[in-house]
């Protein structure tokens, strides 16, 4: 076998190797298995819901954004795949 021709295959079965991968990486997994939607969900829950977080959120409502904020951003290091 013609070394070129090696060449040439093995360059063809090393981009069709890359392609798969990328494609793996790039499937999302489904909305209600994220992290970040349930903290969120249970959050928005949670002050609509309960009585003493409403007040809570209504007298430091600064810090209610600081926590949500927070919480979505240590999710958000922790994913590895995107949302489908």
């Not at 928005?44 to 810090?63: D, Y």
């Amino acid at each position: 076998m013609n070394i070129f021709k090696a060449w040439s295959i093995w360059k063809r079965f090393n981009n069709v190797q890359k392609e798969v991968t990328t494609m793996q990486t790039q499937q999302g997994k489904p909305w209600y298995t994220s992290l970040t939607v349930i903290a969120n969900a249970a959050m928005a829950l949670l002050s609509a819901f309960t009585p003493e977080i409403t007040q809570l959120i209504a007298s430091h409502p600064k810090a209610a954004l600081v926590v949500a904020t927070v919480t979505n951003i240590l999710l958000r290091f922790r994913t590895d795949k995107p949302v489908a």
